[in-house]
């Protein structure tokens, strides 16, 4: 185009685009700059996910990690919701995309059709004549079953290569060290302005306990953070003891003691479950029963030590370890209380109150009733609150079927570094299923998309190992 026969068009134009600008930043202040600024990234992250959907599912997991403290920082803007903003970019992607062939044979598993099951009953739940509100459910049914069906089928179709593998595992330990490392400065360094806000807004007093700072990082809280940071803890545990070069194990190793100190430092008792389980889960997966036995008692030991002496008993951390073995915990006590009153409730309701009536989602949109108002402290309790036992005993047996089929197919891997990597995923996905119930991990970000995504590598181990040996076969 001859700009010369417009004289006044480029001046007019940037008069226009100024004129724009100086209103949104006069009617959003320092938001509507953010956003500029922002706009222009966000478009382009937006086209390269919509040609790369395996690449698009890792971005999502980076927003999984990353968004809910960074709200902490710009509470105005919707970052919970970027999770979804990846995810959909994965479904147009796989919709439009011309790169990346779909070979839907990959959804032709019992992984997939679990998936589609529960989906199946959380939309039933619509129906429930307890329910308070249809948006209770939409915000709500995101976290108990709409991300599991977006990210399970997506792995199966777009993120099935050993490589895809490789990268969820890098991303894990990656983002675990520098969350461990932000966890650090907050103890030992302090809190900054953004982080005592959040604090001063409510969460001071189940966060500071006898002036002790529970570690919380850049997730939603230290429960959050502390089974987290173990769930990746027990992954570089397992990885650490598999075959792979020196200098691998010890920086695998590194990362365990490291992940694991930061899960004491959370001051998350119940996290406490998720090494144990997993351990217990992996000794017997690895069917190696020296290293069994030599894990067992390892157990054995950390919890004579935690239960019958009083070694340490002056540091915070391990004295509130301490306290969740004993019986008399008055912690212990309310939730038993709590569960006694839930076993009460839902004698008559065998499909629960509706999803989205218990916890917070019960709070801001059905403030007053006896779910919202009852704390649930456990991600089954809170199943079972919403969707009666009907909908517990189905979780339940999805949860315990996937993890049997997983056993199976990861028995009949050849490939030792293969087996070992699925084994950390196995290890951490069984520590958080048993630390799911003592609070409300399963279906948290980031450890909820995790869990999905390795579900995905269980189903598909048997693809990963033929890939490997025609690696190796053609490398021969």
Not at 346 to 374: D, H, N, V, Y
């Amino acid at each position: 185009m001859d700009y010369s026969r417009y004289p006044i068009g480029i001046p007019l134009t940037g008069l226009v685009l100024a004129l724009l600008i100086s209103l949104i930043v006069v009617y959003t202040g320092i938001l509507g700059v953010g956003a500029l600024t922002i706009l222009p990234f966000a478009a382009l992250l937006f086209l390269f996910m919509l040609s790369h959907p395996n690449k698009a599912l890792i971005v999502a997991l980076v927003f999984a990690f990353v968004s809910i403290g960074a709200s902490r920082y710009i509470p105005s803007l919707p970052l919970g919701l970027s999770v979804d903003f990846a995810l959909v970019a994965v479904i147009l992607s796989a919709l439009f995309h011309t790169k990346v062939k779909t070979d839907f044979r990959y959804l032709k598993n019992s992984l997939f059709g679990v998936t589609l099951l529960w989906m199946m009953y959380n939309i039933a739940e619509l129906f429930n004549p307890e329910a308070r509100s249809v948006t209770a459910w939409v915000y709500a049914v995101r976290g108990t079953a709409l991300y599991m069906l977006l990210t399970v089928p997506l792995t199966l179709l777009y993120a099935h290569k050993r490589k895809d593998l490789d990268r969820l595992i890098k991303i894990i330990l990656l983002f675990s060290i520098l969350a461990s490392f932000w966890g650090l400065r907050q103890y030992y360094i302090g809190l900054d302005g953004a982080e005592n806000r959040w604090l001063d807004a409510g969460s001071r007093s189940t966060h500071v306990l006898f002036g002790n700072l529970r570690v919380f990082s850049f997730f939603s809280d230290a429960g959050q953070f502390g089974a987290g940071i173990a769930h990746s803890g027990m992954i570089a545990l397992v990885l650490a003891l598999g075959p792979f070069t020196l200098k691998k194990r010890i920086f695998f190793a590194l990362c365990a003691l490291l992940f694991f100190y930061l899960m004491i430092m959370s001051g998350t008792r119940g996290a406490l479950m998720v090494p144990v389980a997993g351990t217990l889960a992996y000794l017997f997966a690895s069917k190696n029963f020296k290293l069994m036995t030599l894990g067992l008692a390892s157990l054995a030991i950390v919890f004579v030590f935690l239960k019958f002496t009083s070694i340490g008993n002056d540091v915070y951390q391990i004295r509130r370890l301490r306290s969740a073995l004993d019986p008399n915990d008055a912690s212990l006590n309310v939730r038993l209380a709590n569960k006694a009153k839930f076993s009460e409730y839902l004698k008559t309701r065998p499909f629960g109150g509706g999803i989205g009536t218990s916890g917070f989602w019960g709070q801001r949109f059905s403030p007053g009733t006896f779910l919202a108002e009852t704390p649930n402290d456990s991600w089954f309790i809170k199943i079972w609150a919403e969707m009666g036992v009907v909908g517990l005993s189905l979780h339940v047996s999805i949860l315990a079927f996937i993890a049997l089929m997983a056993l199976f197919k990861i028995w009949k891997v050849e490939n030792p570094q293969l087996k070992q990597k699925l084994l950390g995923l196995f290890a951490g996905y069984v520590g958080i299923a048993a630390a799911s119930i003592g609070n409300p991990l399963l279906g948290q970000m980031p450890t909820g998309l995790i869990l999905y995504m390795s579900w995905a590598y269980f189903f598909l181990a048997e693809d990963l190992d033929k890939e490997n040996n025609k690696e190796i076969m053609n490398n021969e």
